[in-house]
């Protein structure tokens, strides 16, 4: 893993300078992200490639497309964000109420 976890590094050390980076985030905070990253020990299993692609593809294209949460799941009432979700501890659909900065928090 070492190997893999060094190439990766050494790759976006080496392309940092054309990498568009948040605006809050400058060249020194990404050297320290690349450093730490380099000291952190990584688990990466690599697989057979999944005999059912498309299957893999549809799964994935509902999160690229649309997002984990849709409009319909979300509701502003007074200063409070609700959300519907389907709780897969009781199999319904549950209603949880946020503060704005509460539900980005949890974002």
Request: hydrophobic letters at 35%.
């Amino acid at each position: 893993m070492r190997l893999f976890r060094g190439k990766f590094c050494a790759a976006k050390r080496a392309a940092k300078e054309s990498l568009r980076l948040p605006d809050t985030f400058n060249q020194n905070s990404f050297s320290l992200l690349l450093n730490e990253m380099s000291r952190t020990n990584w688990h990466v299993e690599v697989m057979k490639p999944y005999s059912q692609g498309k299957g893999v593809i549809t799964y994935l294209a509902r999160y690229v497309k649309g997002g984990p949460i849709h409009n319909r799941q979300i509701s502003l009432n007074e200063n409070r964000i609700q959300l519907k979700y389907l709780s897969h501890q009781s199999g319904k659909t549950e209603n949880r109420s946020f503060s704005k900065y509460g539900f980005i928090k949890q974002l």
